[in-house]
C-alpha cells in the first residue's frame, strides 16, 4: 500500500527523554500472529464432552410469535437441548444503558436475526441442521427502517438531546449567507475478522468461566450475572485477544457470552458457541445510519456565525450504547472549528433493525460529515473553495466547544499550516488543475479534511483502570489491566511502560490476559483511551514497585535512596554502577519479605460533565490533525482510485511508532471506506441484504491509497495522555470524510451541473449517475 512514507524534521520520536524508546518496538503479537500461533476464541482447550450451539434467529423485522415447534429439532440426534427465554433463572434482560432489550425475544421479535433461542448439540454442524427443522409462525407487524420514519411515527429510545452555546437565532441575523441542507451518512458493518463467539465452562459450586471474544469483559460477567441470577463472583471473564473489535465488541460480545454461560449453568457442561459470518452479519448492529439536517450561517469574510443540526440517528430495536454514542455526535458537531453561535439536537430513533452500536468514533464521525457537508454546501453556492471556509474558521486556543470546555493545547491551525506546507498543497492543486485542463475521460478532486476528537468516555464514571503487577523472584514481570488487545497493539505499550520503568529487557516482561478475577469492575477497551487508563494506572503500580525495591538496594548498598538508580537491569549508586543486577536485586528483597506485587488505580483527573446543563469539561485533552486527499475518477465508468492521502497527525510524542502508524493508517482506510464503498442495504421489510462478503465491498490494496503519508506533528503531548502519547485508535478513522468532498469535486470538475449531493457512501454507481445528471 505503502509506495512511500514520509520522514521529515518534524518527526518527534527523536526525542530523548528519559521514557523515550531506546529502540523502536515490533507489536508483541507479530510473531505468532504471522506463525498463525495467536490464540483467539475458537481456540480454547475444550474439554471432554463440551457441546457446540447454534442461534435461532428471527426470520421477520417485526411481529408477534404465534407459534414455535421445536419438536422436530429436539428430536435430532445429538441434540442436547433447545434453550429459550424460559430457561432464564434470573433477568431476561442485557440492556446496559436502558433495560430494553431481552436476551431471547418472549411474545414479539423486533428485528430480523433478533436471537428467539439457542440449540445446543454434540456438534455446530447438527445444531444448524436443528435450526433448519424449527418452524416458527410470527404475526407481521408494520416495519421501520430508516430513521425519519421512526421519527414521524413517535418511536424513540429516550429523550432528544440538545448542545447549546450562544445563541443561534440572534446570530443567524446577522450572517450576509445563511444555507440549509440535508444529509445521510450509511451504518458501517465492524468486519472484525474474528467473528463473536464464546466459551463456556462449569467451575466448582456453580461457578462458571467464560472465554469471550469481548472488548467488555466486567458488562459480560455483570450481564451473565443478571441472567442467570448470580452474584458477579460466580461468573469469571477471560480474554487472551480479539480478532478485531472496532467497538462492535464493546457491548455486542455479550448476549453470545451469556447464552453460552446460560447453557452451561443446565448442562453442567462446557458450551461453545461461535457466530459464522452469515450469522453475524445479519444479527448485529452496526455503525448507526444517521438522517441530519442543518443551518449555516457565514459573515462575508467566511466565519461561521451560527450553526444548527439536528441529527436523526437509526438506533435499531433496542439502545444498546445508542444514547452514549447520540452525545458523542453532538461533542464532535463542529469539529475542529470554533462556531460561536450552536445547537445541535440529537434525536435516537427506534426501528426494526439490528441494535446498532459502537463503531471507532462512536457518533462523532456522523456529527462531522455535516458539518463538513454544510461546508461544502455554503461553498458551492458562495463560490468558493471549501478549504477557505475550513481554514477561516479553526479552531484557536481559549475557543469555546459547545459543550463549555475551554480548548486549550489546541493544534487545528498548527497541523493545517504543517499539512499545506510540508507536501506543498499550491503545488497539488496546480497539478490537479493541469490534470483536469488536459483531461477529458478522467477527473482528479481534492479535498482537506481537519480533525478534533475528544478523549475520554464521556460518561466521566467510566474513565478509571486498574493494574496488577507481579515481579517474580526470578525477576521476570507478569502484568494484568483491563486492557484488551484487539489489534490495536495496546499490550505491546503495556509492555513498553514497565520494560521501561524498571530498565530491563522487554522478554522479562509478560502480558497476561485480560480477566475479571485479576481487574475487577473495568470500563471496557473503547473511546481511544485504553492505552492512558490502564497505561496510568500500570504506571502507578510500577512507580511503586521501584521505590520499594530502591529501598531495598539502598539498604543492601548502604547509600541513600535517592541516589539509586536502575538502568539497563544494573543497580547504580552516585551513578556509579553496583555489582546489584535487577535479577539480585528482587532475590535481595524477596529474602527481606518486601512485596513484589502492586495493584493499583487510576481515575483520571479534572473531567467531568453536567448532564442537566449539557455543560462540563468532559475530555481529557483533544487529538488534531489535517488531510489532503486527492482522488482520479474514472468518468466512463464511475470508478476512483485515491492518488495520495497526505496527513500531518497529532500524536503528541508518540511511544509506538509503528503501531501508531498502523492505528493511523488503519482508521484511515476503515473511513474511507464508510463514505465511499460500504453500503449496507436493508430491504423495506428489514432484511439485511448486504449479508455476505459478496454484496459488502470494504477496501483492499488495491482500492485505497497508492501513497499514504503520515507526517507526526510535533507537539508537547499532554500529561493526561500516557507518557504524552495521545491515544490514536478512532482520531484518524475521520480523516476519511475528506474522501466523500474529494470525490465530489472531481465529479464537479467534470459535469459543472452537478449539484453536490450530501448522501453517503459514495459508491461508483452514485459517482457514475452524477457524472451524467442535469
Ligand atoms: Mo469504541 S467505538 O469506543 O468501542
Redesign the pocket.
Known amino acids: 500500500m505503502h509506495k512511500s512514507r514520509s520522514h521529515t524534521p518534524l518527526d518527534v520520536l527523536k526525542d530523548k527523554s528519559a521514557l523515550a524508546l531506546k529502540e523502536s518496538i515490533k507489536n508483541i503479537d507479530s510473531y505468532t500472529h504471522v506463525r498463525g500461533e495467536s490464540l483467539y476464541v475458537d481456540d480454547v482447550n475444550v474439554r471432554e464432552g463440551t457441546y457446540y450451539s447454534v442461534v435461532f434467529d428471527s426470520p421477520k423485522a417485526h411481529g408477534r410469535i404465534i407459534n414455535i415447534d421445536y419438536s422436530k429439532a429436539e428430536k435430532l440426534g445429538g441434540v442436547a437441548r433447545i434453550f429459550t427465554y424460559k430457561d432464564i433463572p434470573g433477568e431476561n434482560q442485557i440492556g446496559g444503558i436502558i433495560p430494553d432489550e431481552p436476551l431471547f425475544a418472549e411474545g414479539e421479535v423486533h428485528f430480523w436475526g433478533q436471537p428467539i433461542a439457542l440449540i445446543v448439540a454434540s456438534s455446530e454442524f447438527i445444531a444448524r441442521q436443528a435450526r433448519r427443522l424449527i418452524q416458527i409462525e410470527i404475526e407481521e407487524l408494520p416495519v421501520i427502517t430508516t430513521a425519519k420514519e421512526a421519527k414521524e411515527k413517535g418511536k424513540f429510545i429516550n429523550a432528544p438531546r440538545s448542545f447549546i452555546l450562544g445563541n443561534t437565532e440572534k446570530a443567524f441575523k446577522d450572517c450576509d449567507y445563511i444555507f440549509e441542507g440535508e444529509t445521510f451518512s450509511n451504518g458501517q458493518e465492524q468486519l472484525y475478522i474474528e467473528a463473536q463467539g464464546a466459551y463456556a465452562e462449569p467451575l466448582e459450586n456453580g461457578s462458571i468461566k467464560i472465554t469471550s471474544s469481548t ?1 467488555g469483559p466486567t458488562a459480560v460477567q455483570k450481564t451473565a450475572a443478571r441472567v442467570l441470577g448470580f452474584p458477579m463472583h460466580k461468573i469469571e471473564v477471560d480474554v487472551t485477544r480479539l480478532g478485531g ?6 457491548d455486542q460480545a455479550t448476549p453470545w457470552a451469556v447464552m453460552a454461560a446460560l447453557a452451561t449453568y443446565h448442562l453442567n457442561q462446557s458450551v461453545k458457541l461461535i457466530l459464522n459470518r452469515h450469522d453475524d452479519l445479519r444479527m448485529t448492529g452496526k455503525r448507526h445510519p444517521y438522517e441530519s439536517s442543518y443551518k449555516i450561517g457565514l459573515s462575508k469574510d467566511l466565519k461561521i456565525l451560527a450553526y444548527e443540526a439536528e441529527f436523526l440517528q437509526n438506533s435499531g430495536a433496542a439502545a444498546d450504547l445508542s444514547p452514549a ?1 447520540a452525545e458523542r455526535t453532538l461533542f464532535h458537531a463542529t469539529n475542529s472549528y470554533f462556531v460561536p453561535n450552536v445547537k445541535s439536537t440529537v434525536i435516537s430513533c427506534k426501528t426494526n433493525l439490528p441494535p446498532n452500536t ?5 457518533g462523532g464521525p456522523q456529527g462531522m460529515f455535516v458539518i463538513e457537508s454544510a461546508i461544502a454546501n455554503a461553498a458551492a453556492n458562495i463560490g468558493v473553495s471549501p478549504s477557505k471556509i475550513q481554514e477561516a474558521n479553526l479552531l484557536g486556543e481559549n475557543d469555546e466547544f459547545s459543550y463549555g470546555q475551554i480548548a486549550t493545547g489546541v493544534e487545528a491551525k498548527n497541523s493545517w499550516k504543517a499539512v499545506k506546507s510540508i507536501y506543498n498543497l499550491e503545488q497539488i492543486e496546480r497539478e490537479v488543475e493541469d490534470f483536469n485542463n488536459s483531461h477529458s475521460d478522467f477527473k482528479k478532486g481534492l479535498a482537506l479534511m481537519p480533525i478534533c476528537f475528544g478523549i475520554s468516555f464521556t460518561n466521566t464514571p467510566m474513565n478509571h483502570a486498574r493494574a496488577l503487577v507481579h515481579i517474580y523472584q526470578d525477576g521476570s514481570v507478569g502484568i494484568s489491566t483491563a486492557a484488551v488487545e484487539m489489534g490495536q497493539g495496546v499490550n505491546t505499550k503495556m509492555l513498553q511502560i514497565a520494560a521501561q520503568l524498571f530498565s530491563i529487557a522487554h522478554h522479562k516482561v509478560k502480558i497476561e490476559t485480560t480477566n475479571t478475577t485479576r481487574v475487577a469492575n473495568t470500563s ?5 483511551s485504553t492505552a492512558d487508563l490502564n497505561g496510568k494506572a500500570l504506571l502507578k503500580a510500577c512507580k511503586a514497585l521501584l521505590e520499594r525495591l530502591k529501598a531495598v538496594a539502598s539498604e543492601a548498598l548502604n547509600t541513600a535512596i535517592e541516589t539509586i538508580e536502575i538502568k539497563d537491569e544494573i543497580v547504580y549508586a552516585n551513578g556509579k554502577a553496583s555489582d546489584l543486577s535487577w535479577n539480585t536485586l528482587i532475590g535481595t528483597a524477596m529474602l527481606k519479605r518486601v512485596a513484589l506485587t502492586e495493584n493499583a488505580h487510576y481515575a483520571t483527573p479534572v473531567i467531568r460533565f453536567d448532564k442537566s446543563k449539557e455543560k462540563g469539561h468532559p475530555f481529557a485533552y483533544h487529538v488534531y490533525g489535517t488531510a489532503i486527499i486527492t482522488t482520479t475518477v474514472d468518468c466512463t465508468r464511475g470508478t476512483y482510485v485515491f492518488d495520495a492521502i497526505k496527513i500531518v497527525h497529532d500524536y503528541g510524542k508518540s511511544m509506538s511508532k509503528g503501531i501508531d502508524l498502523g492505528q493511523v493508517e488503519g482508521a484511515l482506510v476503515q473511513g474511507v471506506g464508510w463514505m465511499t464503498m460500504e453500503e449496507i442495504a436493508y430491504g423495506e421489510d428489514g432484511r439485511l441484504l448486504s449479508n455476505a462478503l459478496s454484496t459488502y465491498k470494504v477496501p483492499d490494496m488495491f482500492s485505497i491509497a497508492k501513497t499514504i503519508d503520515v507526517v507526526p506533528l510535533e507537539t508537547t503531548g499532554s500529561d493526561m495522555a500516557i507518557l504524552k502519547s495521545k491515544a490514536v ?2 482520531p484518524p478513522l475521520m480523516y476519511g470524510i475528506g474522501a466523500y468532498f474529494a470525490i465530489q469535486n472531481a465529479i464537479k470538475a467534470f459535469n459543472p451541473n452537478y449539484k453536490l449531493k450530501f448522501h453517503a457512501p459514495m459508491t461508483p454507481e452514485k459517482v457514475l449517475m452524477s457524472l451524467y445528471s442535469r
Open positions: 472488548q473489535g472496532f467497538g462492535g465488541k464493546e454514542i459502537a463503531f471507532r468514533g462512536f471496557p477497551s473503547a473511546a481511544s485508535g478512532e
